[in-house]
């Protein structure tokens, strides 16, 4: 009678004095509860939201994915529901590339963080370059892509060819440091003739700081239609070949200094992995 007036079992157990809760729920079997001791579900609207994309066609994946809940919450709650037809192939394919796109646009500023912040770190780390440590960083840098001689006739002359803006404005750096005349240095653009070979003289100019009459006629190189190229649209600026006249002696310095840093063939002595 207490409970069809509405009465909680706290106020029962006030009424009608202490009893177990064995005895209560014996006593109140078949009796629902009042509707308001009835807590709200926080889960409620996902559980409504979930069975509505289901009826949609959703899978397990993609509702978990977009209400951000465990997978099985989800099973929990639309197990009940048919399951979806079989997508084709096409819809698959486009729900898969459309979850790539969704995970690489919250993974790729954060895998851009972590990245900056140890560019950072390690560029904390070599500060300004001393005579000495820019001496050896320039003639590896060389070594690794400058010109060298090969069997057959002598060229003994420095010619330092690459793409990379920053490499190009050290090795600069780097022949000044050494005491190289500035109007012995000459460049040439090699670029594909389908590229814009003005635009990349101006690009190539502006990170040499050098004067037009230093820049020789491009090296265009021939487009082959069939090659699948990256390198190509407003990014694209070819190759900078840096040569530098009278060179000969300073070949061979480069050389000695290289040999110097790489020292005698010595196999690595690596720590042993194996447990001691």
């Not at 807590?39 to 069975?51: F, G, I």
């Not at 003289?201 to 009459?213: K, N």
């Not at 390198?231 to 480069?254: P, Q």
Request: aromatic share 8%; proline share 7%; glycine share 6%.
């Amino acid at each position: 009678m207490l409970r069809r007036e509405g009465k909680s079992r706290r106020e029962i157990k006030q009424i009608l004095g202490p009893m177990s809760n064995a005895t209560l729920n014996d006593a109140l079997t078949g009796e629902p509860p009042p509707e308001w001791t009835r807590r709200p579900n926080a889960k409620d609207e996902l559980r409504a939201n979930a069975r509505e994309l289901r009826t949609q066609g959703l899978d397990y994946e993609d509702i978990a994915t977009a209400l951000s809940v465990a997978k099985s919450s989800v099973s929990l709650w639309v197990r009940d529901l048919p399951r979806p037809a079989r997508l084709s192939y096409a819809e698959c394919r486009k729900r898969s590339a459309e979850g790539a796109r969704r995970y690489w646009a919250a993974e790729r500023p954060a895998r851009e963080a972590r990245r900056a912040a140890a560019r950072e770190a390690t560029a904390a780390q070599i500060g300004e370059l001393t005579d000495r440590e820019m001496l050896i960083a320039g003639a590896i840098a060389y070594w690794c892509e400058g010109s060298k001689n090969k069997p057959g006739p002598w060229n003994d002359q420095v010619i330092f060819t690459n793409t990379d803006p920053g490499l190009i404005r050290f090795f600069l750096r780097f022949l000044e440091a050494i005491g190289t005349p500035w109007e012995d240095v000459t460049f040439r653009i090699c670029i594909h003739e389908s590229a814009d070979v003005e635009s990349a003289q101006r690009f190539w100019l502006e990170v040499t700081d050098a004067s037009p009459d230093q820049f020789r006629s491009p090296t265009l190189k021939r487009h082959n239609p069939k090659t699948v190229r990256k390198n190509v649209g407003e990014g694209y600026h070819g190759c900078l070949r840096i040569a530098v006249r009278r060179s000969s002696d300073l070949y061979h310095k480069i050389e000695g200094w290289a040999e110097a840093i790489m020292g005698p063939k010595v196999t690595p002595e690596w720590p042993s992995l194996e447990p001691s």
